[in-house]
């Protein structure tokens, strides 16, 4: 198993921090309110765990508020490409 002590770093909480500045848009349903982030490609199948362009907004534990996914567990050490993404056809973003 892969050491994860640079998940409990000072500079992975600084990455994390900008990553959901930038967007809380969960990479796995495409709601927002993220409140954690993910690896694009697992650190456990060679991703890079402290490169920002490896990290996305996905919901942790609570999961999302809007469709209760769980997307971090359901996403899993599998790469964003292996996940069943939500598709829909209404616009969550759209303003009144």
């Known amino acids: ?8 770093s000072y500079q992975y909480r600084q990455i994390r921090g900008r990553v959901l500045a930038e967007s809380d848009v969960c990479i796995v349903c495409g709601h927002g309110e993220a409140d954690a982030v993910d690896h694009v490609h697992p650190v456990s199948k060679g991703g890079a765990p402290l490169d920002p362009d ?11 508020p809007v469709c209760l996914r769980k997307c971090n567990n359901e996403k899993g050490n599998r790469p964003l490409a ?8 209404v616009d969550w973003f759209a303003g009144p």
């Open 54 to 64: 490896n990290l996305a907004p996905i919901h942790g534990t609570a999961g999302c």
């Open 82 to 89: 292996d996940v069943v993404q939500l598709v829909t056809s």
């Open 1 to 8: 198993m892969a050491n994860r002590d640079e998940l409990t």
